[in-house]
């Protein structure tokens, strides 16, 4: 029986999904696990220590964490309005503010954010199984201030739109045709 302490109120929120390994029947593994602790076809598989098994939190405080190219990130500043839409949730707008903008560039992206999975990043698979993007992404937090009680969870993918300030046309062309010459 598994007993659990969590510093804050909340209800249990699933951990993200974790990819499948690779099996190497040279070692003679044990079947690992893949998904979430939870799924009920992790059952009797073996848990590494240090695993993240569930989250605590509130479903009414959602952040979304977006990823943002290098020649998009000058552009974005804390407080600008997102407005998000989900793939789980077609039709249905969010909006939110951005908290943070990460200063580090990314140095993995979530499984289901890698192109490979049928996200929008190029990424290459590392030796450790981790999604590394192949071009400079950084990591922006958005918080969503009308979750309208849409069961909103964790590992959703969708687009955003952040209202940037306004930009010259001639700067705008300039920013267009040098996107256009680097190859991605």
Same mark, same amino acid.
């Given at each position: 029986?598994?007993?659990? $302490?969590?510093? @804050?109120? =909340?209800?249990?929120? !699933?951990?993200?999904? %974790? &990819? *499948?390994?690779?099996?190497?029947?040279?070692?003679?593994?044990?079947?690992?696990?893949?998904? %979430?602790?939870?799924? +009920?076809?992790?059952?009797?598989?073996?848990?590494? *220590?240090? $695993?993240?098994?569930?989250?605590?939190?509130?479903?009414?405080?959602?952040? &979304?964490?977006?990823?943002?190219?290098?020649?998009?990130?000058?552009?974005?500043?804390?407080?600008?309005?997102? @407005?998000?839409?989900?793939?789980?949730?077609?039709?249905?707008?969010?909006?939110?503010?951005?908290?943070?903008?990460?200063?580090?560039?990314?140095?993995?992206?979530?499984?289901?954010?890698?192109?490979?999975?049928?996200?929008?990043?190029? %990424?290459?698979?590392?030796?450790? =199984?981790?999604?590394? !993007?192949?071009?400079?992404?950084?990591?922006?937090?958005?918080?969503?201030?009308?979750?309208?009680?849409?069961?909103?969870?964790?590992?959703?993918? =969708?687009?955003?739109?952040?209202? +940037?300030?306004?930009? *010259?046309? =001639?700067?705008?062309?300039?920013?267009?045709? %040098?996107?256009?010459?680097?190859?991605?």
């Amino acid at each position: 029986q598994l007993v659990s $302490t969590a510093r @804050r109120d =909340g209800v249990i929120l !699933p951990p993200p999904n %974790t &990819a *499948p390994r690779p099996y190497d029947s040279a070692l003679r593994q044990l079947k690992t696990w893949s998904g %979430t602790p939870l799924d +009920t076809e992790n059952e009797n598989l073996f848990v590494e *220590p240090g $695993t993240l098994i569930c989250m605590i939190g509130d479903p009414n405080e959602m952040k &979304a964490t977006l990823a943002v190219e290098q020649s998009d990130r000058g552009l974005i500043k804390v407080g600008q309005h997102v @407005r998000l839409m989900l793939d789980e949730l077609p039709g249905v707008e969010f909006e939110g503010k951005v908290k943070f903008i990460g200063q580090d560039p990314m140095t993995s992206v979530a499984r289901e954010l890698a192109q490979n999975n049928g996200g929008a990043i190029a %990424t290459r698979v590392s030796a450790s =199984g981790e999604e590394v !993007p192949m071009l400079t992404w950084y990591e922006v937090a958005v918080s969503i201030e009308n979750r309208n009680d849409y069961p909103v969870m964790t590992g959703f993918r =969708g687009t955003a739109k952040i209202k +940037t300030s306004d930009m *010259p046309l =001639g700067q705008r062309l300039i920013r267009y045709f %040098t996107n256009v010459v680097r190859f991605r």
